[in-house]
Every structure is written in C-alpha cells, then in structure tokens.
C-alpha cells in the first residue's frame, strides 16, 4: 500500500489563537477521508494548509507527498505537487464558457498556443467523468449551482491530481444531487485519486468514506475506518457528548394568519416570456413551521426572494395579518415584519468589512438606536446574548466576520434576524453549512420564535430536516406547489414523488 499523504505534528494558530495542534495524518493512495468536526474546529484550515493558502512558515510541522517533505509557498506549489482544491465557495466564472473554466490556468502549459478546437474536445472528456451534460461552448452562468460544483471538479481533474481536497461539496446542493456527486467521488477512487472530504451531513460521510476522522477542541479526537464506526460514535466525537435529540419538535396551537401570498409569478431572468415561478399562493399562521421542499431550480428561492423584494414579481399579492402590503424592496418587507435568512451568505448575508456586532445588529438599527444614535452598550448586550445562544465561535463580538469559520458565519446571519422584532421569518437553507450541534441550538431558537407567535417558513435540501421540524410541508417543482402535505403524512416518497414531477402530461 502506497502513502501518498503525511501530515507530521502540523499546529496552526491565527495570532495567538490555537485552531489545532499537533495533528499527525497518513493517507494510503485511492483512499476517500472525511474530516468532520464542529464549525470552527479547523477542517477548511487544514485543507487550505496542505492547498498552500497557508504557505509554509504560518504553520509548524511537516507535510509529505509521496515521502517527500513539501514546503509550499502558495497555491501553485500546491498544485504542482498533484493536489486540487474543491472551494467551500464555488469559484467559477461566470462570464466564460465551461471548457475556458476547465483549462483556465492550465493553457499556458500548452507549449505557447492555444488550440481552440482541441480545448473543446478535452474538455468534452473531463465533462463524461463528471457525468456534467452541458455543451463545452455554453456560458457558465447559464449552469445551475450543482452543475458548478460538477465544473469545479471537472477543471480540478484537467490537472491531473494526485489528491483532491474538498470543503463542503454537497452543502449546496439537493439531496438527488449530492447522491450524484458522490458517486462521481467513487469513481475517481478506481482512478487512484485520494480524496480528503470535508462535510457536516453524515450519511453521506458514513456511505463515502472509506475512514473518518473527527477534529475537536484543536485535537484529532477520533481516526476510524468506516466499518467501525456508526453515526452516532461520529456525533458523540464531534460534539462531545450524546445528543438527546435532534428535532426539538413541540406542539405548539397554530393561531391566526400572519403571511399570505396569492399567485405569486415571477419571469425566468433568462429566457424571455417563460415564468420561473408561477402562481404561487400559501398562508402560514402564528406559532405554524411551513417547509418547503423541491429540488434547486424548482422555484423555492426565486419565490422567497419575490415575497421579500429582493427580485421583482411579475404579479401577485402579499398580505400581513390579513392586510395588503406592498412589497417592492427589502426594505418594505422589513418594515412589514418580514426577514429573510438567505442561502447564500456571501451574496446577501452579511456584510465582510463589518464585525460580528454590526453584522448582527445591522437589520435592527431601530431596536438599537434612540434618536437617530445607535446606543452601542444595547446593541452589544443584544449581540452578546445570541453570540452566547447559538454558541458563535470566534474571538469576541468585535472580531471581523470574515475570519469566521463558514458555519459560525450562518449563526451571524440568522441572529441578525433574531434580534428584529418581526412577524414572519423566512428561512432559506437556514442550517446549511452548520454542525450538528449547532444544528440543533438553530432548531431550538426556530422552535422558541414559532412558540413566541412568529409565523415560519422553511426552505430546506434536507428532507430529514424538514420532517422533523415542520407542521406542514409544501414541495415545488418546476415553479409550482405540487405538494401540500401536513406533517403526519409527508412521508420520504410522497415528497420526492412531487418534487419530481413533471407538467402533468405536458
Ligand atoms: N484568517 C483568519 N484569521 C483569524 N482566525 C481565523 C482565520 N481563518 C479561520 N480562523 C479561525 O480558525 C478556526 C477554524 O476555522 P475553519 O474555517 O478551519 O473551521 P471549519 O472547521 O472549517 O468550520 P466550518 O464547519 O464552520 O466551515 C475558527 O475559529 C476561525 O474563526
Ligand atoms: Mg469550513
């Protein structure tokens, strides 16, 4: 058996802050690793260590490729020594077309001109291993976001790796898709390509990988091969203890309406005259948990995107409490009583420059200023207090967000909303990203926010989630409801059953 990885004693720290210490690491060649652990425990970190991000000297100890100690001084060492680095944020450009994506940055190796037609025929091979079924000449923007993920790996392979590092793959994307991608993994084994796997949903680790190993409190707590462990060892490793339960599911009496919204239409944003949400209508109620199920691109985010101005709605009516409000922009929808914790945080959850205390106070100016000045004691106590709840890891209030791990990032976003006095609180992929133990403390301020009378909905990828959480489940597909399913009759192949349907014999 051949040792294509060692990571000798390696520590880290971030100025005087230890994210791990002393981890020793050997990987046979083939092997799929997952790495899992708490937000925060330094997985990305050690991953962005041996992808020479952290370059040699901002780290101690040694790595070994091949029994060769490597000293990287950046990323394109990195590179050249045969490891790949699959992003926790997809980073494809959106502007070029998916064979340009591919070869970017490894034209230049093409003894000094450039091929067009030959590019496009390789690219052609790297899309068939991905199983990616687009058109090599189509623009990358045009893709969907796991049709990115499935490019990201495509451009990895067109260098020839020995290892492949990836940070949260699936977090983006579906159940069906993520299922997809795994199988993708499984077959570069049987290419002799190693992959170290980070990811927070364990089923999946449990099925992929063929050994796990848990980062906890700045130590490798556990290295286990698969068939010795079971999900619940994992967990207990990860958090430290055994989680009681996983959906604090209360019953909680539904009172009246709170959110309505009737024939919800939104355009397709690229082909014209085509509707990418089509006369949606729902109501959710105080104290009431909707889900929302579908695949990506069923309409899910476009509709609440729609409800909450942040994209135009081509007709459709939106009532608070049984009254008309007129929604155009974020803006109003506040004002309405509405918020929105979004998918995607670096677009639109938070804002980089700022600290956790801004970042969290900044949808609720309101709350924290008295005439026109923002009382910053309040406005510290309030951060205080969440920072405190959803357990934030990182050095204080004060620190910048963008030194947050991806994970402790979406508790910002969400306590930001928390801190707002709202009525209706839309939840988009609220836990994506985030530990199971983290996972549970959101379940918990979600369960407390619907027992104070806040109308809730949910939009989730993780079906399990959803079953667990809601009183009631709406599953779209295609733009439309096609399912509508009180919570003691969604079952597994109900939803799916919806969320793949077709125009009814079109
Ligand atoms: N550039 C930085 N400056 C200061 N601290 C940092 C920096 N990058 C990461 N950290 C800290 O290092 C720790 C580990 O972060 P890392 O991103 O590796 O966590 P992770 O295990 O990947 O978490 P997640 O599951 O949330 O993605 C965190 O506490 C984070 O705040
Ligand atoms: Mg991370």
């Not at 490891?83 to 070029?96: A, K, T």
């Not at 340009?100 to 037609?117: A, D, M, P, T, Y």
């Not at 390789?122 to 893709?143: F, G, S």
């Not at 992929?208 to 207990?236: F, H, Y």
Request: net charge neutral; aromatic share 4%; proline share 2%.
């Amino acid at each position: 058996m051949t040792i294509v990885l060692e990571i000798k004693n390696v520590s880290k720290k971030f100025g005087p802050v230890t994210v791990f210490s002393h981890v020793n690491l050997s990987v046979e060649k083939g092997q799929i690793v997952a790495l899992v652990g708490e937000n925060g425990a330094g997985k990305s970190t050690l991953l962005n260590i041996l992808g020479g991000v952290y370059p040699a000297g901002t780290y101690e100890g040694s790595i070994w490729i091949e029994g060769e100690e490597k000293r990287f001084r950046g990323e394109k060492d990195s590179k050249r020594a045969g490891i790949e680095m699959i992003h926790q944020e997809i980073s494809i450009h959106l502007d070029l077309s998916v064979a340009e994506n591919i070869f970017l940055g490894n034209l230049s190796n093409r003894k000094g001109f450039v091929s067009w037609k030959q590019v496009y025929l390789d690219a052609q091979n790297y899309l068939d291993i991905v199983k990616l079924n687009v058109d090599p000449h189509e623009t990358a923007r045009n893709l969907s976001t796991s049709q990115h993920q499935l490019l990201s790996i495509a451009k990895a392979l067109a260098s020839h790796p020995k290892i492949l590092l990836f940070d949260e793959p699936t977090s983006a994307l579906t159940e069906a898709d993520a299922a997809n991608l795994l199988e993708i993994i499984k077959g570069l084994q049987k290419r002799q390509i190693t992959c170290l796997y980070i990811s927070h949903r364990l089923e999946e680790v449990i099925h992929l990988a063929d050994r796990i190993i848990v980062l906890r409190d700045g130590m490798l707590i556990s290295d286990k091969p698969k068939n010795e462990i079971t999900i619940n060892q994992v967990i207990r490793d990860m958090v430290g203890r055994a989680l009681d339960e996983m959906y604090p599911k209360q019953q909680i009496t539904v009172g009246d309406e709170v959110l309505r919204v009737e024939g919800i239409t939104v355009a397709h944003p690229y082909i014209a005259g085509k509707n990418i949400v089509e006369d949606i209508s729902f109501s959710v109620s105080a104290g009431e948990i909707l889900g929302v199920s579908g695949l990506v691109g069923s309409g899910r985010t476009e509709t609440m995107d729609a409800i909450f101005g942040c994209s135009k709605r081509k007709s459709g009516k939106i009532y608070i409490q049984g009254a008309e409000v007129h929604i155009v922009r974020p803006s109003d929808a506040m004002k309405a009583g509405i918020g929105l914790v979004t998918e995607d945080r670096k677009r639109s959850g938070i804002i980089p420059t700022m600290s956790l205390r801004e970042n969290m106070t900044i949808a609720d100016l309101q709350a924290v200023s008295r005439m026109g000045l923002i009382q910053k004691n309040q406005e510290r106590q309030l951060s205080q207090t969440y920072y405190d709840k959803l357990q934030i890891r990182a050095t204080g209030i004060e620190d910048n967000i963008l030194h947050l791990s991806g994970g402790n990032q979406q508790k910002v976003v969400l306590s930001k909303w928390l801190l707002k006095d709202i009525k209706v609180l839309i939840l988009d992929e609220p836990t994506r990203g985030v530990d199971v133990g983290a996972k549970v403390e959101i379940y918990n301020v979600i369960t407390d926010l619907a027992r104070r009378g806040l109308a809730i909905v949910m939009v989730s990828s993780e079906l399990t989630e959803l079953m667990g959480m809601c009183d009631r489940l709406l599953v779209f597909s295609r733009g439309k409801i096609r399912g509508d399913f009180p919570r003691q009759e969604a079952t597994q192949e109900k939803v799916m059953s919806a969320a793949t349907c077709v125009d009814d014999l079109m």
